[in-house]
Antibody, heavy 121, light 108 residues
Framework: QVQLVQSGAEVKKPGASVKVSCKASGYTFIGYYIHWVRQAPGQGLEWMGWINPNIGATDYAQKFQGRVTMTRDTSISTTYMELTRMTSDDTAVYYC??????????????WGQGTLVSVSS | EIVLTQSPGTLSLSPGERATLSCRANQSVSSNYLAWYQQKPGQAPRLLIYGASSRATGIPDRFSGSGSGTDFTLTISRLEPEDFAVYYCQQYGSSPWTFGQGTKVEIK
């Protein structure tokens, strides 16, 4: 079965960076886009961007341009999301999610368990 | 950016009742690329509906989606105890993909 397993919770100081991983299994890794979505405490869902694991192409939400980088390692079926220059506003649960088809125009049919990133001095 | 507005913010209903949730976009959603998700506390969202009206794998037929253009609806025909949760709509036709703010369906 399709599974996305994310790395564990992180605590960071303001100004620091975080790199969250998302390991895929149960399907052909390079065949489906991976998206990253975050959710601040008690708030709604916010899309951050996607990566095409086949060619490494990315698209980021304007809000995160210059601060976010999504990469992948096809040898271990893992994608990464790195966020730099974090502030307390970046405290959130970060999810990876798989698109339902091989296009970036796809809903998200499988989600990781979420990674809590806390930013505090 | 496409802004999605969900209404109502909270829906108080009893098990067995019908739930009707609305999602309105400030501009047309390309190719009806509109999805609905259910989220329970402490859990990741779960895909219910994609393409405005197609049920995802394993989703019971009491969940249905309809609409096109700028107005979309999620209907739960008869609420089961496990359906009380927060529901989000999402458009994935125009970057940035965006979500509505959510509708909480609570037990009356």
């Amino acid at each position: 079965q399709v599974q996305l397993v994310q790395s564990g919770a992180e605590v960071k100081k303001p100004g620091a960076s975080v790199k969250v991983s998302c390991k895929a299994s149960g399907y052909t890794f390079i065949g489906y886009y991976i998206h990253w979505v975050r959710q601040a405490p008690g708030q709604g869902l916010e899309w951050m961007g996607w990566i095409n694991p086949n060619i490494g192409a990315t698209d980021y939400a304007q809000k995160f341009q210059g601060r976010v980088t999504m990469t992948r390692d096809t040898s271990i079926s893992t994608t990464y999301m790195e966020l730099t220059r974090m502030t307390s506003d970046d405290t959130a649960v970060y999810y990876c999610a798989r698109g339902t088809s091989g296009s970036y125009h796809a809903a998200f049919d499988s989600w990781g368990q979420g990674t809590l990133v806390s930013v505090s001095s | 950016e496409i802004v999605l507005t969900q209404s109502p913010g909270t829906l108080s209903l009893s098990p067995g009742e019908r739930a009707t949730l609305s999602c309105r976009a400030n501009q047309s959603v390309s190719s009806n690329y509109l999805a609905w998700y259910q989220q329970k506390p402490g859990q990741a969202p779960r895909l219910l509906i994609y393409g405005a009206s197609s049920r995802a794998t394993g989703i019971p037929d009491r969940f249905s989606g309809s609409g096109s253009g700028t107005d979309f609806t999620l209907t739960i025909s008869r609420l089961e105890p496990e359906d009380f949760a927060v529901y989000y709509c999402q458009q994935y036709g125009s970057s940035p993909w965006t979500f509505g703010q959510g509708t909480k369906v609570e037990i009356k």
